[in-house]
């Protein structure tokens, strides 16, 4: 549900990716509007670490991202452990985890001096990988963990285990293990289900699967998911599309629904997801491509 309780805002990073100068102006501008209604606004590039390290550390009540979905993953993982709300302006293009539109907050961020606004937790991924008995490695996904085949054209083989117990063999190009929020990204476009932003559960969906489970799985909410690479001639991990990890045959890919979450600083009404996700789906250039 909604996290309705208020929380007092005063200082507010404004974050906007090095690549997108149109985003980094627009960030100034944000950052200077914030301060004449007497916040403590800075703004920056995802890219400074100074600042960067203060978000981590709590200095801010607030982070504002700039850009579009790829900019709110970044900004997740630096908000995420420091519980630091989030709040996204589109300056990319579909933007399914973006609040506001750039033309949307000059008239939109007054409202967080009246306390107008609420929270809504998303849930992490916890992903370890384990080599040889060790941990190799451990990261936190807003969207997915994705194991899947490497440059060479071959399927991977994954022996899935749910809570300890042997589930299936996937024969595939891969499997991705997803959060809700990620049920609409790399989920959404191998045919996975969309599931409602709130919820816990760890969604499994195969990409490309041969002679093996074909349809996506959700796992109650709670459940860890063990994940053997057992024959590959090359195979990779990555998190939230960042770059690929090369595994081993043998390696295990653990994921369960992490101690931390998001919270995104929402404007709109609680049942906002699915009109969004519909007009968002209805604008797709690709449709309109199609069409013409």
Known sequence: MPEMERTQIRKIAVLSPSDNQGAGDEATEVATFLRELDFEAEDGLFGDEALSDRVRQGDFDLVISLGGDGSMLRAG????????????INFGHFGFLIELEASEWRDTLPRLLKGDYWFEPRMLLKVDLWRASELFGSWEALNEAMIGRGREVRPVHLLAKLDGRPLTTYVADGLILATPTGSTAYALAVGGPILPPVLRNILLVPVAPHLSVDRA????EGASIRVEVQRSAEAVLSIDGQAAIDLKPGDEVVARASEHSLRFL??????YFYQRLIAIMDNNPAVEEKEQ
Do not use: K, M, N, W
Request: hydrophobic share 50%.
């Open 77 to 88: 993982h630096l908000c995420a452990l420091s519980d630091v709300p989030l709040l996204g």
């Open 266 to 271: 929402r404007f709109q009404e609680p049942g």
């Open 217 to 220: 799985i959700v796992l109650a």
